[in-house]
């Protein structure tokens, strides 16, 4: 009997060596490529918002299709799990592994942060997008936000904004006197030292204050977005050409911790799928806000108007005086605005003979 | 003896019931998730041509990277496998999986193909990708291909392109007449109708032409291209606002079959991965043109030009009638061309106001 179970134990090792062994080696591959992941994405929008709000939730259904579930990604709105502007310190202290918002809404924290979402009177999306991956601004972003263990990531651009919605024309510097005007950022600084009183206000308050004359104007984003709000039941006239969002530059922030504990090939599919959303974005802009400017003026009437000459000259001037002011006081604004500016002098005079010469043209 | 083996194989059920089942199932598993693909890609660019031949070699990489090497893509330059035009029959007929080209090479098989890459005074490269993904554009691309077992993706964009390189100036009408100029496309048609002769030539031969003068001119690409391939050296100015190629759409063509061998999570990393290039190759584009125009003004001397109104004005007569009279002999060109044309009637409207609007303010 002794024997028989040394011969059992022997054949017993035999076949553990041949098949036990595989296994093992498969289940620590298996264990290395199957392990899942649960993330929390948080935003700055309204769940589901139409463009900006869409695009993370596209974003996690790539992700998690691409890694056959391994990375699950859960979008949440604003306010669901955290307030619309508490996005950053959320994905900095690990909270949610993942946020799309937009950089100027940290300016408070890093004063150069609005220079990668929009500058007054700077870059288009397209040129944006250069400056970025073949400029040297995505390192300077991520410089920025490194302290606070925060990857940012491209997370698409919504294109020229409008100017806004006004409860009258604009004819002269003169009407922008007292006007008070819902308008955040450089642009709101420069409103108000042309003259008008810029308020922040959250989107949802935007149109009763229209309505009850507590704001005499408001910009907001484009036609995509306004009509869907309502605001042509406010306010009469639309002014296009938006000077103080050429485009807005959305993003990711990722957790560097989060981020460093993905396997090589999951890394790969976050950063290549920020790249997608970055591509569709600005198609879904471009196509909807066009459509929707129709509705705009053939359905509900609204009154395109573009400030005059003068008016452009004074925001135009005051906006540069801005800027270098923010980067005579503070080292870090001074570095990303020398870049910027490096790249955007090149651009904008290539950009005249070619771009613009060519939609001159085509007319 | 014979009980011992009996023993023995009682023990070895037993330990496989436990092991080697598990094992079967483990293997079949890993087989479906660990199953690798080797694909080919062929491509009508030279190998590692900067900006269109660099796009399938980063795509390849990443679909690499993101698929832990299940799914590996191996690119061939114009040339290597096949010639470059000959990249649709190889992936129609299955020898290479994929492929990456432009559209316009095969108008020949396909009368509708050029809509998809370049039309004379149409949409530059954002409008492009706007109609393509929210305008209907990819599904009449989608189409056009099917009967010919190929999935076309987007493949990234050239942006503007510029007119080309001329060894005089063009100061009217009359200087086209009788001059010798590599063009191709619907372009081409639009020369020769305005007294040029359009010449057929691969990029390969047109500097030496130039020299030779047995041409008087020749389109390309744009600076970022044109100044690797020496022409500066050849022709004395360059024109720029290219009115041929407001954009070049580069194509990722796929095998539906080989496609449809690919488990979900590899299908969804092809598609994911072609959007990202879509997006990357534009930038590269923008930034690298930009900086190239300045070598070939500063450095070298090069004289930059644009055609006078009434030469521009002609070229785009020329170009609404020959459309037309496309549109008007192959229905499958007419229904490209309704879907096209209504999207950018729109859209054109709605960038004068816009884009057009704010680069002129800008200045």
């Known amino acids: 009997m002794k024997s028989i179970i040394k011969l059992s134990a022997i054949l017993f090792s035999v076949i553990c060596l041949s098949a036990c062994g595989d296994k093992q080696q498969d289940s620590k591959q298996a ?3 199957q392990q899942t992941f ?6 700055s929008w309204p769940k ?6 869409r695009a993370p939730e596209t974003f996690a259904k790539q992700v998690e299709k691409m890694s056959a579930g391994r990375l ?3 979008v949440y709105g604003a306010g669901e799990l955290v307030p619309g502007f508490e996005v950053f310190d959320t994905v900095s202290a690990g909270t949610a592994q993942m946020g799309h918002s937009g950089a100027y809404y940290w300016k408070g924290k890093i004063p150069a942060a609005s220079f990668f979402a929009a500058v007054p009177f700077g870059m288009n999306a397209t040129e944006t997008n250069a400056w970025l991956q073949y400029g040297g601004g995505l390192e300077l972003w991520q410089k920025l936000y490194k302290p606070f263990g925060i990857i940012p990531m491209v997370g698409g651009n919504s294109g020229l904004q409008f100017a806004g919605w006004f409860n009258k024309e604009i004819n002269s510097i ?3 006197s007292g006007l008070k005007m819902r308008i955040g950022g450089i642009g709101g600084e420069v409103m108000s030292r042309a003259g008008a009183v810029p308020i922040n206000m959250p989107g949802g308050e935007i149109f009763s204050s229209l309505q009850s004359g507590a704001l005499d104007a408001s910009e907001w984003v484009g036609p995509y977005n306004d009509l869907s709000f309502g605001f042509y039941k406010a306010a009469k006239y639309y002014y296009s050409s938006g000077w103080q969002e050429p485009t807005a530059t959305l993003e990711f922030l990722i957790n560097e911790k989060a981020f460093a504990a993905l396997p090589e090939d999951l ?3 976050v950063k290549v799928a920020t790249r997608a959303v970055n591509d569709d974005m600005l198609s879904e802009y471009t196509a909807r806000n066009s459509s929707a400017l129709k509705v705009l003026e053939e359905k509900h009437g609204v009154q395109v108007r573009t400030f005059p000459p003068e008016v452009m000259a004074k925001l135009k001037a005051t906006t540069a005086q801005v800027i270098e002011e923010m980067a005579a006081n503070e080292p870090s604004v001074a570095e990303v605005w ?3 500016k490096a790249f955007y002098d090149d651009i904008r005079a290539y950009h005249k003979i070619t771009e613009q010469a060519y939609l001159e043209n085509r007319q």
């Open 31 to 33: 264990a290395t490529q």
């Open 38 to 43: 649960e993330w929390k994405l948080v935003t």
């Open 48 to 53: 589901n918002f139409p463009g900006l709000g």
């Open 72 to 74: 699950k990604i859960k």
């Open 174 to 176: 003169d009407d922008l």
């Open 267 to 269: 890394q790969e599919i």
């Open 338 to 340: 020398s870049s910027y």
